[in-house]
């Protein structure tokens, strides 16, 4: 049980760790916010005015303001990459803290949505009582020009209201823009709709320039609810009229009411330009050496491999690139696991990519164009291949997998990427890692996918057998669709036919294998591939099958 308790807190732990301190935060923010404009006296005749109105919408906007700040922290990649790497942070909790940078960044954008609904509903309540409860007392107070204007007007002629509805709408366009089917199945519109937060952040500046609320100066010498001597108000001569007594007390100096001084700015600015720094240190470092293609080579199911140089380049196994090429976008920035990485021996990185959606569909006519075999030619007849920029590298979970004595890649289709750059720098020298045994799962539909690294995954089993350790790498190929099924008939790929299995993995039994050959161990589980897969590997690894064993899970995420 104690085991069970540990698996779970080490796998969840960072999770729900994230999530507590960030909803007790804003809670907290919150709740500081609402009462001090509810019990504090230099809000009394605004609260008075405006009611619940004006602690909500008040409390809101603070826990806006720090959502707003912290929201592009964790797109900052070259800084988490620089974190990843430091010899400091050494902790495991701390680098998957750092795992959750996509989550927290997809938490904070959740939070300035449901903010905004109760920060914009507020305001409209403050604008009905602006117009309703118009003060005659203290005219200062009006945003309304007269008693009963329209709030509609009142919206329409205010700078934070014209500018309010510019948020809403900018923010509504990027939160259904970022949702999953959209993203799937058309990422430019994502990548276009969330670079707007370049106009939110500006008009998010102007918002709070018009100072529609105030509050008052000079408390002491006129207490909240005191009556001015040369006050004319209406309430005071209805009240006498009527042949009340008025309990107030008098005093000798009008009320004097302060716009409120713009916080947003203090909030944002920092994080802000620290993004912006940022993304120009990043332009800088993707534009300043040129990236060569050396060569495109193309692989059974729609995928390219792409081979490229660039100088002062030098990555981790695991890593992963920011594609840029300008003649499809030259704003667009995709995502690609390196399969291969720069050695000693050979200076050239690469990546392996699936043709699936108009921008890899237009990059891959362009490699293709000036193609037609997948030969190296020599340097002097090298073909003019598109210009292309590489942003990075950055970090991510995979670079873990050296970490531990014992490692669990699974890998789903295209997936295998992640772990290819890995193999790679197995191949080339497994005894400089503190891995000492691996197990290799890949699921694929098509037997025709496993072809894009049998070269590699049976020079690396022939490398460990010469080695005389053949138990080093435990390799499991599963093809899911049988249909058509035919072996791999080549001499050269034996060992991989003897790997394959039909159907898809027990993985419970898979777990149970593992755990009994590693008692008293860590295992670490790495997973990139379909969610079905991700989440059966969660399950297993929280409720921990093996009881002498800790599996701690990571799931590969591009931030």
């Excluded at 826990?63 to 707003?68: G, K």
């Excluded at 970090?395 to 750059?421: D, K």
């Amino acid at each position: 049980m104690t085991l069970a308790l540990k698996s779970w807190m080490a796998n969840e732990g960072p999770k729900h760790f994230i999530m507590m301190v960030w909803v007790g935060v804003n809670v907290f923010l919150f709740w500081r916010t609402f009462m001090l404009y509810y019990s504090g006296a230099q809000y009394y005749y605004l609260h008075k005015m405006l009611g619940l109105g004006l602690c909500i919408s008040r409390a809101s906007a603070s826990v806006l303001n720090l959502n707003c700040s912290l929201v592009l922290l964790p797109m900052c990649r070259s800084v988490l990459t620089l974190l990843r790497a430091s010899q400091r942070v050494t902790s495991r909790q701390v680098r998957r803290l750092l795992d959750k940078s996509k989550m927290f960044h997809m938490t904070c954008g959740i939070t300035i949505c449901v903010f905004s609904v109760i920060h914009v509903s507020a305001h409209l309540m403050n604008m009905v009582n602006f117009s309703v409860r118009y003060s005659e007392d203290f005219p200062e107070l009006n945003v309304a020009q007269y008693k009963g204007q329209d709030p509609r007007i009142l919206i329409l002629s205010t700078v934070p209201g014209v500018t309010g509805v510019l948020l809403v709408i900018v923010l509504c366009l990027m939160f259904t823009a970022s949702s999953y089917s959209i993203r799937f199945s058309s990422y430019e519109i994502f990548w276009y709709t969330h670079n707007l937060f370049i106009v939110f952040y500006l008009i998010l500046m102007l918002h709070v320039v018009g100072g529609a609320l105030k509050y008052q100066l000079n408390v002491e010498s006129h207490p909240p609810g005191c009556v001015h001597t040369n006050l004319s108000s209406h309430s005071l001569t209805n009240h006498r009229a009527a042949g009340e007594k008025d309990s107030r007390s008098v005093c000798l100096e009008e009320a004097c009411f302060q716009t409120h001084f713009p916080q947003t700015w203090l909030w944002v600015s920092a994080p802000l330009c620290l993004y912006c720094a940022e993304r120009l240190y990043r332009y800088i470092r993707s534009t300043a050496e040129p990236v060569t293609i050396i060569n495109v080579v193309s692989h059974p199911c729609d995928v390219l491999e792409v081979r490229m140089l660039k100088s002062g380049f030098k990555p981790r196994p695991g890593q992963y690139i920011l594609l840029n090429c300008p003649s499809v976008s030259s704003f667009e920035n995709h995502p690609f696991t390196l399969t291969v990485c720069p050695t000693g021996k050979n200076a050239t990185f690469g990546i392996h990519l699936r043709v699936l959606g108009d921008w890899t569909s237009r990059f891959s006519q362009l490699l293709l164009k000036q193609s037609n075999s997948s030969e190296i030619l020599p340097m002097m007849q090298q073909r003019r291949y598109p210009t292309v920029h590489v942003d990075g590298p950055f970090g991510s979970p995979s670079e873990e997998v050296f970490n531990y004595e014992v490692s669990l890649c699974v890998a789903g289709g295209i997936g295998v990427t992640p772990f290819a750059c890995v193999l790679q720098a197995l191949f080339e020298d497994w005894r400089q890692y503190k891995l000492k045994r691996l197990y290799f799962v890949w699921v694929c539909r098509d037997l025709q996918s496993f072809y894009w690294f049998a070269d590699l995954l049976c020079g690396l089993h022939e490398r460990l057998w010469h080695n005389n350790r053949p138990d080093y790498l435990n390799v499991q190929l599963y093809l899911s669709d049988s249909q058509g099924l035919q072996d791999i008939g080549e001499e050269r790929y034996r060992f991989l036919s003897s790997r394959l299995r039909i159907g898809r993995p027990k993985w419970k039994l898979l777990f149970q294998e593992i755990g009994r050959a590693n008692q008293h161990k860590r295992v670490g589980v790495f997973c990139c591939g379909p969610k079905g897969i991700s989440k059966a590997l969660h399950t297993l690894c929280n409720s921990n099958p093996h009881s002498g064993t800790a599996f701690e899970y990571n799931k590969e995420s591009f931030s």
